[in-house]
């Protein structure tokens, strides 16, 4: 399994970025996948996962704010971020279960991980 994360890195507070990963050597029409983060210094942290049936789940900090998506004709998950703030500025990771639900936003529960994408938003 291999995920595989692009999209523009660099924004000013307000601003909006789009997030995609896409996946090979796994099916992700219908099992679990998910963004996390991690600023320095923090631990990593769940921001958005979507279940097999297209259940969303979201971190209080970023409700209202992002949108996690899948195409799954294209075996791609995307992460729209509008209202960006410095705050969220942090390593951004493609997840993925081989399991239909997500349950958690507990890192272990993942077994697999993109490289990461850094996202900055500038005040």
């Known amino acids: 399994v291999q995920l595989m994360e692009s999209g523009e890195t660099s924004v000013q507070t307000g601003g909006s970025l789009r997030l995609s990963c896409v996946a090979s050597?796994?099916?992700?029409?219908?099992?679990?996948m998910g963004w996390f983060r991690q600023a320095p210094g923090k631990e990593r942290e769940g921001v958005a996962s979507?279940?097999?049936?297209?259940?969303?789940t979201y971190a209080d900090s970023v409700k209202g704010r992002f949108t996690i998506s899948k195409d799954n004709a294209k075996q791609t998950l995307f992460l729209q971020m509008n209202s960006l703030r410095p705050e969220d500025t942090a390593m951004y990771y493609c997840?993925?279960?081989?399991?239909?639900?997500?349950?958690?936003?507990?890192?272990?529960?993942?077994?697999?991980w993109g490289q990461g994408t850094q996202v900055t938003v500038s005040s």
């Open positions: 979507i279940n097999g049936n297209g259940f969303t």
């Open positions: 050597g796994y099916t992700s029409s219908r099992q679990c």
């Open positions: 997840a993925a279960r081989s399991d239909y639900y997500c349950l958690t936003f507990i890192p272990t529960n993942y077994p697999y």
